[in-house]
Every structure is written in C-alpha cells, then in structure tokens.
C-alpha cells in the first residue's frame, strides 16, 4: 500500500497527532497550586506545567473559556428557569452565559 501525502493545511496537524497526553495524579494542594499559577499567569493548567518543566508552549494565545457538560435534563431545567423551550438550546446557552456574568458582577474581586 502506498503512502499518500497529506495536504499541506494538514502538515502541522501531525507533530499534534503523535503527541502523547499524559496525566498524573498528584497531591490536591499541588494541583491547586499549578492551577492557581496557571490563572495567575494566564496560562492553561498543561501549559504551566510545561513552563515548570521548562518545555516550549504555543506563542499563539489561547481563547480564555470554560465548559460545563449540559444534558438533555440540564436544557429542560434551564429552560424552565428562562421560561423557554428545552429545544431552544442556543438561547439557553447565551441566557446561561447572561447570568454568569452577572454573577461575577456580584462576587468581590480576588
């Protein structure tokens, strides 16, 4: 069988490909600790951890955001809250992020 090329738009893709991820299970006080240095140095939890170990990270700045997991239960509670349909996932998901903001509104600064 023959090798194909990959397309070059794909060619940076496949250091990323061959990369291993890998996690420890370390102390909670020193997973809170790389966490808060990651957040106190705008970096990502495996970036700062990269910096400890004084490996290369992306010069590319990375867009700051947060998950949260919703299922079909969540959307049909939500939708409830905002007098919505749970079908109606898109605005669900901007009045959620209408009321985070309005909650870091509320909390004093750390």
């Given at each position: 069988m023959s090798q194909r090329k990959l397309p070059d738009k794909w060619q940076s893709s496949v250091r990323a490909a061959r990369a291993v991820q890998v996690a420890f299970d370390m102390d909670e006080k020193l997973q809170y600790r790389i966490r808060r240095e990651a957040l106190d140095n705008g970096l990502?939890?495996?970036?700062?951890?990269?910096h400890i170990l004084?490996?290369?990270?992306?010069?590319?700045?990375?867009?700051?955001?947060?998950?949260v997991s919703l299922s079909p239960d969540d959307y049909a509670r939500?939708?409830?809250?905002?007098?919505?349909?749970p079908e109606q996932q898109l605005e669900i998901k901007h009045r959620v992020m209408d009321e985070l903001l309005e909650y870091s509104k509320s909390k004093p600064r750390l």
């Open positions: 990502s939890p495996s970036d700062q951890i990269r004084n490996l290369p990270t992306s010069a590319r700045p990375k867009r700051p955001r947060l998950t939500l939708a409830v809250r905002y007098g919505l349909e």
